[in-house]
C-alpha cells in the first residue's frame, strides 16, 4: 500500500526533473537542423571567412574557415615546428634569434589585421609574444612568417599587437613593470624603481617591415590590453592598466585593492612632435630585428642597440590617465572611433569613455589629481554611460556595425550584448565555459561584419569526448544577424586560442601564392636543375647541393663522408606545380624533417656519427612513386680515405 | 546598289581582309590541347602557335612533361620541332602572295593561292597527327609506367580518355583565323568564277 502510495509522486517527481534537465539543456545545444545548415559548407566549397586565431601556449597561428570550424593550417612563428624544419633549418633558425639567444617557444595571445582606413585590408597579421616580448608579421600571400621583431624595454608582452586605422603603427605595452634600464635592485623597491613602457612599432607600407618608432617610459603599474583610436580619435591610442598600487607580490589581493585604475590615452600624433623635437632620448637597448626572404628563402637577424624613449615630464599633454573601474582588462574601441569600452574584470558595471568628452576635459583642465606628472581626467568628466547587468567579469568587447556591442563575461560564462548610446543590455547567450576574448569577423575595425560571433573559452570540460587529464581548447560560433544570439557550432581549436580576426575570404583566397619562382631564388645553396647540383667538401663541412622532383632526389647515392663531418643538405625543389612539396629526412638526424615547397630551397644539418650507409627519403606523398624517392648516404669512419663521390 | 552588287565590286576586300586574317594568326595560339584530371582541378594544357609551343599556364609545359616521365614520354621540347621555324615563313609567304594577288586581282593567281594554302594545311594537320602519333607511342621501355596495349596519342581534334587524363584538342584562335582566311579567300575566287561565267554568258 505505501509502495502504491509513493509511486504517484516519484513518477511526478521524476518527470519534473526531465522537464527540467530538459530546459537546462536547450541553451547548450542548438538541436534544429537551422544550426546545421547555417555551418554546413558542402565538399568543395568555400567559407565565408578566414579565421585566424592564436596558438596561445602553442606559440603559433592556426587558420580555421567559418562558419564551418574547419582547420586549414598551423602557421609557425614563435614555436619550433618539426614537421617542417622551421625553427630548426639555418633558413629559420634566424626568426626565433632574440637578445637572450634563440628562443624556440613562446605564448602567442592576440592577432591583429593590418588595417587601410579603418578596415582590415589583408596585407598582414600581426601577432604578440607574451614571454619574451616580440611581434610577428606574417605575410597574408603565403601565410608564412615573414619578420618577428624583439621589444626592449619590456617586463612582458600582453598589450600588442593593436593596429592604428592605417597600419601607421603597432603598439605594445608592457605587462610587467621592470627597472628600465634593468639593473639589480630589491624587489621591494618597486614604487621607486620598476617602470613600464609603451612602444610604438612603425610599419613600412610597401614591405611591411617593423621598427620601433619610439618608447613611452610611464609609472609602474602594469599594463594590460590596448586599442588604436580610429575616426575623430585617430591619432590617440588606450591602454589599460591595473596595479596601479604598485605592488610587487601577492597582486590577486594588493592589486584588488584601488576603486579604479587607469587606462592610458596617447595621443602619438604629439609623440611623433617630440620626437621631431628631439625630445626622445636615446636608450642603449639590445634587441633583435628577423627578417625572411622570400628570394633567398632565408631569414637574416640584425642586432640593434639603441631605442628612442619619450618621457611624459618632458612632453606635456602626451598622456592623459582616464579613471577605469577595477583592474580593467580589455579597451575596445567602438566603429565610430566615439566610445571607449573598459572590460573591468573585477566591476559589476561596464564603464564607456566618451573620446569627445575627454578632448572636452582636457581643454577645461577638468583634472582631479597627477600620477607622476600624468594627469588624471575627472571620471564624471569622460564617461559616457556605465552598462548594469553586464554579467561577472566583463573582459573584451566587439562591434557588429550596427550600433551593438558584444562583451564577453568571463565569471558568468556568457555573451552580453548591449547597445551603444543606451547602454541597455539587450540579449546575452551561455558560453561553454568561462569566455575570454571574443570575436567577430572585422569587431575592431571600422566595418564589422556582423553576421558571426566567435566565443573563445578558456574552459572545455564536457563539450567533446574526454581525452584525458588535458581536454582541447573549444570555441563557439554564435548567429549574430538576428535579434537573439543563436549557437551555431562548437569545434576544438589548437593550443588556447586568446583573441582571433577574420577576414572576408574574398580578401585573400584570390592573392595566394601558389610556388615560389626557380628563376627568383637566390638562396646561396639553390641550384636551377639538376645538372648544377654538387657536392663540396670545406675542411669538415660536406655541402650537397640536392634537387628534389617527382619522384628523385638529385644526387641520390653519396660517398666519401666520414664520422666527424658535418653535412649539410641544400634541397631545392625544382617544382613549380601547385601543392606539389617535397619532404627530407635522413636517419638519425637529430633536427627535424624538411618540408620545401615548389622552387624552395632549405637545408637539414646532419651529423653523422655512426659508420655505415644510411638511408634518406622525401617525407611528403608526392607523387605514384613517392616510396621510390630515396637515396643513401656512405659514412666512413674518422678520417678515411673513401673519394667524395656522388650521383 | 544590292549586297549581291556589293559583294561583286568589293570582292578583292573580302580576299584582303582573309589575308590580314591568316597573318593575324600569327599572333594567336593556332591549336590548343587542354587536359584534365582529377588531380589537376584547375587543369593544364598547351598552346601551340605558330613558332613556339607553350603552356596555358606559366609552367604548365615542365609540369606537363614531369608527369609524361612516368609513361616514358619524350620531353615536348620546343627546339627540338623544326617545323615551329618554318611555319612563321610559310605564312609570311602566303601573305606576300596574297599581296601580290590582292593588287594584281588575277584570278588564276588567287586559284592558286587558294589551293597553295589547302596545301599547306592538309599537310600540316598531317604532321600534327604524325607529332602526336610520334610522342603518344615511341615511348620509353623503362617506363614507371607500362600499360599493355595503351598509346597516349592525343586527338586531332576532339577528346580522349588517356589514364587519369582527359585530353580535349580543339583549334586556338590563330587555327580559327586560317581557317576563316581560307573560308574568304575561296568565297572570293567562287565569287570571281560566277563572274567570268557571267561576262561568257552576256557574250
Given at each position: 500500500?505505501?509502495k ?5 509522486p516519484f513518477?511526478f517527481s521524476?518527470?519534473?526533473?526531465i ?6 539543456d ?7 537542423s ?8 558542402a ?5 565565408e571567412?578566414?579565421?585566424?586565431m ?21 602557421i609557425?612563428?614563435f ?13 629559420t633558425?634566424?626568426?626565433l ?5 634563440e ?5 602567442a ?19 604578440n609574444a607574451n ?15 615573414e619578420e618577428?621583431?624583439?621589444?626592449p624595454?619590456s ?5 600588442s599587437?593593436?593596429?592604428?586605422m ?5 603598439v605594445a605595452?608592457t605587462?610587467f ?6 639593473k639589480?635592485v630589491p ?5 621607486e624603481n ?6 610604438f612599432?612603425?610599419i613600412n607600407?610597401?614591405n611591411?617591415?617593423?621598427d620601433?618608432?619610439?618608447q613611452?617610459?610611464?609609472?609602474g603599474f602594469?599594463?594590460?590590453?590596448a586599442?588604436?583610436?580610429k575616426?575623430?580619435?585617430h591619432?590617440w591610442?588606450?591602454?589599460?592598466s ?6 610587487n607580490t ?7 585593492q584601488n576603486?579604479?585604475d587607469?587606462?592610458?590615452?596617447v ?5 611623433e612632435?617630440y ?5 626622445g ?11 625572411y ?6 631569414a637574416?637577424?640584425e ?7 619619450l618621457d611624459p ?6 598622456i592623459y ?9 580589455g579597451?575596445d ?7 571607449i569600452?573598459a572590460?573591468?574584470?573585477l566591476?559589476t558595471?561596464i564603464?564607456?569613455h ?6 572636452k576635459?582636457?581643454e577645461n583642465?577638468d583634472?582631479?589629481?597627477?600620477m ?14 556605465e ?6 567579469g ?8 550596427n ?9 558568468s ?11 541597455e543590455?539587450v540579449?546575452r547567450i551561455?558560453?561553454y565555459y ?6 567577430i569577423?572585422?569587431g ?5 561584419f ?7 573559452n578558456?574552459?572545455?570540460?564536457d563539450?567533446y569526448?574526454p581525452?584525458g587529464?588535458e ?9 549574430i544577424?538576428?535579434d537573439?544570439?543563436k549557437l551555431?557550432?562548437?569545434f576544438p581549436?589548437i593550443?588556447?586560442?586568446h ?7 574574398e580578401?585573400?583566397m ?5 610556388i ?7 638562396h646561396?645553396y ?7 647540383t654538387?657536392v663540396?667538401?670545406?675542411g669538415?663541412?660536406?655541402h650537397?647541393?640536392m ?6 632526389f638529385?644526387?641520390?647515392n653519396?660517398?666519401?663522408v666520414?664520422?666527424?663531418d658535418k653535412?649539410y643538405?641544400?634541397i ?13 629526412a635522413v ?7 624538411l ?11 646532419w ?16 607523387s ?9 648516404i656512405?659514412?666512413?669512419g ?10 | 546598289?544590292n549586297l549581291?552588287?556589293?559583294i ?7 580576299f584582303g581582309?582573309?589575308?590580314?586574317m591568316?597573318?593575324?594568326?600569327y ?7 587542354d587536359?584534365?584530371?582529377?588531380q ?8 601551340i ?6 603552356g ?12 609524361n ?16 621555324k618554318i ?8 601573305v606576300?602572295?596574297g ?8 584570278k ?7 589551293i597553295?594554302?589547302i ?9 600534327f597527327y ?11 621501355p623503362?617506363?614507371?609506367?607500362k ?8 586527338p586531332l581534334?576532339?577528346s580522349k580518355?588517356l589514364?587519369?587524363?582527359?585530353a ?9 583565323l ?6 574568304s579567300?575561296?568565297?572570293s575566287y567562287g565569287?570571281?568564277y560566277?563572274?567570268s ?7
Open positions: 500500500m505505501l502504491k502510495n509513493l509511486l504517484a513518477i521524476v518527470m519534473l526533473s522537464v527540467f534537465i530538459g530546459c537546462a536547450n541553451g547548450s545545444k542548438p538541436g534544429t537551422d544550426a546545421a545548415e547555417k555551418v554546413y559548407v565538399p568543395g566549397e568555400y567559407d571567412f578566414y579565421s585566424f592564436s596558438g596561445g601556449f602553442s606559440g603559433q597561428v592556426t587558420v580555421y574557415g567559418l562558419p564551418s570550424g574547419r582547420l586549414f593550417k598551423v609557425p612563428v614555436s619550433q615546428f618539426p614537421e617542417n624544419g622551421y625553427g630548426y633549418t639555418p633558413e633558425r634566424p626568426m634569434q632574440t637578445s637572450y639567444g628562443i624556440p617557444w613562446d605564448d595571445h592576440h592577432p591583429e589585421l593590418s588595417q587601410t582606413n579603418g578596415e582590415v585590408d589583408g596585407r598582414w597579421l600581426f601577432i614571454n619574451t616580448p616580440r611581434v610577428a608579421r606574417i605575410d597574408l600571400t603565403t601565410f608564412e612568417t618577428i621583431l624583439e621589444i624595454n617586463g612582458g608582452n600582453h598589450g599587437p593593436f593596429t592604428t592605417n597600419t601607421e603603427y603597432i605595452s605587462r613593470s621592470v627597472p628600465i634600464p634593468q639589480d624587489i621591494s623597491s618597486y614604487k620598476f617602470q613600464g613602457t609603451l612602444s612599432i612603425k607600407p610597401d611591411g617591415h617593423m620601433i618608432a619610439f613611452i617610459l610611464v609609472p602594469d599594463y594590460d590590453l586599442h588604436a583610436g575616426g575623430p580619435s591619432g591610442a588606450f591602454f589599460t591595473y596595479n596601479s598600487e604598485q605592488a601577492l597582486l590577486e589581493i594588493n592589486a584588488s576603486d579604479k587607469f587606462i592610458a590615452a595621443n602619438w600624433k604629439l609623440a612632435e620626437v621631431k623635437q628631439g625630445k632620448k636615446e636608450y642603449k637597448s639590445e634587441y633583435y630585428s628577423n627578417r626572404n622570400n628570394e633567398t628563402h632565408t637574416v637577424s642586432k640593434r642597440e639603441k631605442v628612442l624613449i615630464a618632458d612632453c606635456p599633454g602626451l590617465y582616464l579613471p577605469t573601474p577595477k583592474s580593467p582588462h579597451v574601441v567602438d566603429p565610430s572611433g566615439e566610445y569600452v572590460g573591468g574584470k566591476a558595471v564603464p564607456v566618451s573620446f569627445s568628452k575627454m578632448i576635459a582636457i583642465k583634472f582631479i589629481s597627477d607622476y606628472g600624468i594627469p588624471v581626467i575627472k571620471y564624471e568628466s569622460v564617461i559616457a554611460g552598462v548594469e547587468n553586464c554579467g561577472l566583463p573582459l573584451h568587447t566587439e562591434f557588429d556595425g550600433g551593438y556591442a558584444y562583451t564577453s563575461a568571463f565569471i560564462s556568457e555573451v552580453v550584448k548591449w547597445k551603444l548610446g543606451t547602454w543590455v540579449d551561455p558560453s568561462s569566455i575570454g576574448h571574443l570575436m569577423p572585422g575592431d575595425s571600422q566595418k564589422p556582423g553576421k558571426y560571433l566567435v566565443s573563445l578558456k574552459i572545455t570540460k563539450r569526448l581525452t587529464p581536454l582541447c581548447q573549444s570555441a563557439q560560433l554564435i548567429d544577424s538576428g537573439k544570439m551555431l557550432l562548437d581549436t593550443g588556447e586560442p583573441y582571433a580576426q577574420a577576414i572576408p575570404a580578401k585573400l584570390n592573392k595566394q601564392v601558389k615560389f619562382e626557380l628563376e627568383k631564388n637566390k646561396p639553390g641550384v636551377k636543375s639538376e645538372k648544377e654538387k663540396e667538401r670545406k669538415n663541412d660536406v650537397i647541393y634537387t628534389t622532383t617527382r619522384t628523385h638529385k644526387p641520390d653519396i660517398e666519401g666520414n664520422v666527424g653535412v643538405f641544400h631545392t625543389n625544382l617544382e613549380q606545380d601547385w601543392d606539389i612539396p617535397h619532404g627530407f636517419k638519425g638526424m637529430r633536427t627535424a624533417e618540408l620545401i615547397m615548389p622552387g624552395q630551397t632549405r637545408t637539414a644539418v651529423e653523422p656519427q655512426r659508420e655505415g650507409v644510411y638511408p634518406f627519403y622525401c617525407t611528403d606523398f608526392c605514384a612513386l613517392h616510396q621510390e624517392m630515396q637515396g643513401y656512405r659514412i666512413s674518422k678520417n678515411s680515405n673513401t673519394k667524395l663521390s656522388f650521383n | 546598289m549581291s552588287e556589293i561583286l565590286k568589293k570582292n578583292y576586300l573580302l581582309i582573309g589575308v590580314m591568316l597573318a593575324a594568326s599572333f594567336f595560339p593556332i591549336w590548343t590541347i587536359l584534365n584530371a582529377p589537376y582541378p584547375e587543369g593544364m594544357g598547351l598552346r602557335w605558330a613558332d613556339e609551343i607553350r596555358a599556364g606559366e609552367h604548365d609545359l615542365n609540369n606537363l612533361n614531369k608527369l616521365h612516368y609513361i616514358g614520354m619524350k620531353e615536348i621540347d620546343p627546339d627540338a620541332i623544326p617545323e615551329l611555319i612563321p615563313f610559310i605564312i609570311l609567304f602566303m606576300l602572295f599581296a601580290v594577288v590582292f593588287i594584281t586581282k588575277n588564276k593567281l588567287l586559284l592558286a593561292w587558294n597553295i594554302l596545301l599547306f594545311l592538309l599537310i600540316g594537320l598531317y604532321d604524325m607529332w602526336e602519333y610520334d610522342y603518344g607511342h615511341d615511348l620509353n623503362n617506363a614507371p609506367i600499360v599493355p596495349g595503351m598509346a597516349y596519342q592525343p581534334i576532339g580518355q589514364l587519369n587524363i582527359n580535349v584538342s580543339l583549334p586556338g584562335i590563330g587555327g580559327i586560317i581557317f576563316l582566311s581560307l573560308a579567300a575561296s568565297f565569287v570571281e560566277i563572274k561565267k557571267r561576262v561568257k554568258n552576256v557574250k
